[in-house]
Structure formats: structure tokens, C-alpha cells
């Protein structure tokens, strides 16, 4: 009767599967129409569906179609297509993992890198590349630590604690799991397959210390708690890893009725969901319950069945040693020396195989946990020194642009007193020759007057403007006090009383006045400010300079580049 309830739900299954297909295909079609959040639920979607197929291959199949129809609506999209690629692909499932992974780091997605390095922290646990495996993991818990995914971020502890436990690293495997268990997260985590998962590892550890009563409470713990039934394939499987350990504690404690009956429990599982990646192990927990019951013709058969199976799964060294030491103690009960012995040389061959396996992956672990964090800490010093240099730079900005900001007041202030100066300059060329003509009638009528100091003043300024005395190089007071017949005391005098400056200061002027004149009309272009400054009867450019400056509020080089443009806006 039982058989033919499984034979039922056998085709129940096959017909629900068909209608599944159908669907996926339907939605595979419609994907064309989405874009934005709307694709990635639909491709959320699909991928829960795809992942209750229990063919593989089709899984890769359909995963290469929704990856033709969604690449080119953006590489978010295409790195999560890429990624269900590498979960299913038959090869080269790294290479699909390496390129989802450059595709989410360009476009800087915490939650696709994780899931790119996570998976191929599977496919490296899978091969026993522990070293790999933990490399990978390390980041991808990071990546999900920085975008905020607290689930994530605790199933990658969780499987950073099972390289730890594979490598027999017992004692810091349950570290990590404690560490997990007590952590102040959402409690409403641990109702899904974290919290069985925790559990079931807590069994392990226990188990693998020989504490086998307690182990079986942690698995029980596991199914109980999570109410774990065999009505889909996700937690059909889940109960097989459970049903695994759980029949070799029975046998370690010698009851076979338990270890038998959840023997026959993972067989019905077996064939109502094809599971056959499970076939040798329930083969081989059921070889040693008949070969403990004294079947031992039953056990041969079984074991020999594992062999034949060899080729299309992958054995690890336990697992064959298993196996070879299963098959020396049964032909050691039948008598039969030569073959006890011969399988009891080939287990010992992959004890030691696991046992190297294990102190070159265990160390191999440490090694990249060392490694991963002396690159964490050159990356987290490279990002201080980056961070550094980006307020050296905002300073830097910030500086500039106040220098820029003076300079651009300061030639504004510059080009007003050019302004001002041209503006002075009409001024006084309006009214020099008036005064010059005054002047020169009361010298006229004077000139046999006392020298009275206004009087020398009216008759110097006629020479100065008149003959240009002050283009004279070598032009001194004495030479000018002799021209107007007095000394240079009273000529001092008078222009400091009239002008209120001294003599030199005095003939700069004109001198300035004389170069500006040359500026304008545009005698100065093809001469240098030396070649101006000799012109105009200054001895030096830096005399020149400074007498300018002086005088307009610029330098000779700034009003010659910008009078022109003041000028015109005028």
C-alpha cells in the first residue's frame, strides 16, 4: 500500500511539474514587457520556480533563456541572470560567478557581489578548496554588511563556520555559531532554514566530539522547531542531510531499529522527489545496518551498488573510507583475510588522503582568513588615505577659490583705478592748458617781481610742459633752479607748498603722464616697459614701476593689458 501511495504522488508530482514548466515558459515570454522593480520581481519569480526543479539541466537551460531576453535591459539584471548561471551551469561555473561579480561591482550593488562570491564559496566547498571557499566568503559577508542585508550577512557566517567545521576547526566553528545564535538580530530570522541550519551544525559539533545523545537532540531541535515536513523539495532535502546523521547516531549507539526506520523515511523521500545525489549515502547507511544486523551478503550488495555509482557522484576520502573500511570489517565476519585485508590497506590509504587533506585545507583556511584580513586592513588604511586626500582636495578647492576670489576682487579694484585714472587724466587735460596760460601772463607781468614762491611755481610748470624737461634722464633741482634763476631751497619749497610733493615725485608725474600719453596712442605697442621707461626719462624699469603704480594704482604691464577694455565700456 505504501508503494502505491508513492507511485501516486510520484505522477501527482510529474503532472504539477509539467504545469510548472508551462508557467515558466509563460512567464519567460512576458519578461519583455517589464522593466525596473516590476523585472526584478518577475525575475524573483522565475528564479523561486526554477529552483523546485529538481533537473539541473533544465534548470541551466531555461537560466541561459532569461538571460538572452533580460541582458540588454541593464547589468543589474544581467548580473543576477548571470549569477543563476553559475548555480546551474554543468562547467566553467566560476567564470559565470567571476563575470556577475565585475558586473555588480561596476555598478557598486552590495547584495549581487555577495551573491556572486557566495556561490562560488559553494562551488569551491564542493570541489574542497577551502582556501578558496573562505576567501570568497569573507567577502561576500562584507559586501552584505555594507548594503545592510541582515540575512545574508548571517548565512554567510553560518557557512563561514561550516569551512571552519569541515577543516576540523571544531572549536572555532562553534564559536561562529554561538556567536550567531546570541546575536541581538530579529528573532523572526530564526523561523526559516537559518535557524534548522544553526541546529543541525550544533549536532554536528557535538557529533564530531563524540556527543552523540546531545547531537540528536540539536537534530531533532532542528526538524521540531521548524515543523519540517516532506511536502517540497526544499525541505525534502534539508530532511535527508538530518535523516543522514541522525541513522549514523543510532548505529553509533547500537539502535538499529531507529537507524533502519530512518533509513526506510530517506528512501521513500529518494524516490517520491529523485533524489539520487542521495542514493549512496542511504545505500551505504543501510549496508551497515545489515552488516550490524549479521546481513552480510545484503551489505556486500549494497557497498558494491556505491562503487558502481562512483563515477557519476563525487566521493570525498571520508566517504571512501567509509566505504573500504565497511567492506574489511564484512569480509573480516565471513572469514575472508586476503579481502578484509586488502580494503582495510585502501581505507587506511584514504584516511590518510583525508587526514593530509584536512591539515593542508585547515592550514590553507587560516592562511586566507590572514590573508583576507591583512587586505582588509591595507584597504581600510587606502580608504582613511583616500578620504584624506578628498578633504586635502575640498581644502585645496576651497583655497583656490578664494585666492581666485581675491585675485578677481583685486583686479577688479585694479581696473577701477585705471578707470578713475583716465577719468582724472580728462580732467586735468581740460584745465592744464588754462592753467598754464595764467601762469605764463603773470609771469609775463611779474617776471621782474619779487620771487614770490606761487610766481616760481607758475614759471616752472611753463618750462616743465613747455620744453618737456622732465624727459631728461639726469634732470636735477640744481639744473632747474638755475633755469628759473633761484635756488633749490625756494623751488623745494614751492612745489611743496603748490603740490604738496617733493621735486622727483613732481617730475614722475609728468614722466607718467608722458607714458600713458605713448599707451594710448599706441606709440608703446612694440616697446618694451624698459624701452617705455627710458623713453620718458626714468633711469630704471623698477623706478618706473613704482612711480606708476604710485601714481595710477597699477602696475605699467596691467594698464597697458586692460585700458583698451575700460575704455570701451565707458
Request: aromatic share 16%; with cysteine; net charge neutral.
Amino acid at each position: 500500500m505504501k508503494y502505491i501511495v508513492l507511485l501516486f504522488l510520484s505522477f501527482y508530482i510529474t503532472g504539477y511539474q509539467n504545469y510548472a514548466f508551462d508557467e515558466i515558459n509563460r512567464k519567460i515570454d512576458s519578461l519583455k514587457y517589464y522593466n525596473g522593480s516590476e523585472l526584478d520581481k518577475q525575475l524573483g519569480t522565475l528564479f523561486g520556480m526554477l529552483y523546485d526543479i529538481s533537473d539541473i539541466s533544465i534548470k541551466f537551460e531555461k537560466s541561459k533563456v532569461i538571460y538572452e531576453r533580460v541582458k540588454q535591459k541593464g547589468e543589474h539584471f544581467e548580473a543576477g541572470v548571470l549569477i543563476n548561471l553559475g548555480k546551474y551551469a554543468p562547467d566553467n561555473k566560476i567564470q559565470y560567478l567571476e563575470e556577475a561579480y565585475k558586473l555588480a561591482s561596476k555598478i557598486d550593488e552590495p547584495y549581487l557581489m555577495g551573491m556572486a562570491l557566495e556561490n562560488q564559496c559553494e562551488i569551491y566547498m564542493e570541489a574542497f578548496q577551502y582556501d578558496k571557499a573562505m576567501t570568497a566568503i569573507l567577502w561576500a559577508r562584507d559586501n552584505y554588511k555594507r548594503g545592510g542585508f541582515k540575512t545574508n550577512y548571517i548565512v554567510s557566517a553560518l557557512k563561514i563556520g561550516d569551512i571552519l567545521y569541515r577543516t576540523a576547526l571544531y572549536d572555532e566553528a562553534n564559536k561562529y555559531y554561538l556567536e550567531i545564535y546570541n546575536s541581538d538580530v530579529d528573532r523572526g530570522l530564526w523561523e526559516n532554514w537559518i535557524h534548522r541550519t544553526l541546529l543541525f551544525n550544533f549536532g554536528l559539533i557535538e557529533k564530531g566530539k563524540g556527543n552523540y545523545p546531545k547531537a540528536l537532540q540539536w537534530f531533532f531541535k532542528s526538524i521540531e522547531l521548524n515543523d519540517l515536513q516532506p511536502n517540497c523539495s526544499t525541505n525534502a532535502e534539508t530532511l535527508l542531510y538530518i535523516y543522514v546523521q541522525i541513522i549514523e547516531l543510532y548505529i553509533s549507539l547500537g539502535d538499529l531499529t531507529n537507524a533502519v526506520k530512518y533509513v526506510e523515511k530517506g528512501n521513500e523521500i529518494i524516490i517520491l522527489f529523485d533524489f539520487n545525489s542521495f542514493k549512496p549515502n542511504f545505500y551505504y547507511e543501510k549496508s551497515k545496518t545489515n552488516y550490524m544486523q549479521g546481513k552480510f551478503e545484503e551489505a556486500l550488495k549494497q557497498l558494491e551498488i556505491i562503487l558502481d555509482l562512483e563515477k557519476k557522484y563525487n566521493y570525498d576520502a571520508v566517504f571512501y573510507y567509509d566505504i573500504y573500511y565497511l567492506f574489511s570489517q564484512i569480509y573480516e565476519k565471513i572469514y575472508l583475510a586476503n579481502k578484509s585485508l586488502f580494503y582495510l590497506k585502501k581505507a587506511k590509504e584514504q584516511k590518510d588522503i583525508f587526514a593530509d587533506q584536512t591539515a593542508k585545507s585547515r592550514a590553507l583556511v587560516i592562511k586566507a582568513e590572514k590573508e583576507y584580513d591583512a587586505i582588509k586592513h591595507n584597504y581600510e588604511l587606502s580608504q582613511i588615505s583616500l578620504k584624506f586626500l578628498v578633504i586635502i582636495s575640498i581644502v585645496g578647492i576651497i583655497f583656490t577659490s578664494f585666492i581666485l576670489l581675491f585675485y578677481l576682487k583685486l583686479r577688479k579694484s585694479y581696473l577701477n583705478h585705471v578707470k578713475h585714472y583716465i577719468d582724472n587724466r580728462k580732467y586735468e587735460a581740460s584745465n592744464i592748458a588754462k592753467e598754464v596760460d595764467t601762469n605764463n601772463e603773470n609771469s609775463q607781468k611779474n617776471q621782474l617781481d619779487s620771487l614770490k614762491l606761487d610766481e616760481l611755481y607758475g614759471e616752472l610748470e611753463y618750462l616743465i610742459v613747455n620744453e618737456k624737461l622732465f624727459l631728461e634722464k639726469d634732470l636735477t633741482i640744481e639744473k632747474v633752479s638755475k633755469l628759473l634763476n633761484t635756488n633749490r631751497t625756494y623751488l623745494s619749497k614751492a612745489i611743496n607748498q603748490k603740490k604738496n610733493d617733493n621735486f622727483n615725485s613732481y617730475i614722475n608725474k609728468y614722466r607718467v603722464k608722458e607714458a600713458i600719453d605713448l599707451i594710448h596712442e599706441g606709440k608703446a605697442d612694440s616697446m618694451t616697459i624698459e624701452g617705455i621707461a627710458s623713453t620718458c626719462g626714468f633711469m630704471s624699469r623698477t623706478v618706473f614701476r613704482t612711480a606708476f603704480k604710485k601714481q595710477v594704482g597699477v602696475t605699467p604691464s596691467f594698464y597697458i593689458n586692460n585700458y583698451k577694455s575700460v575704455t570701451e565700456n565707458m
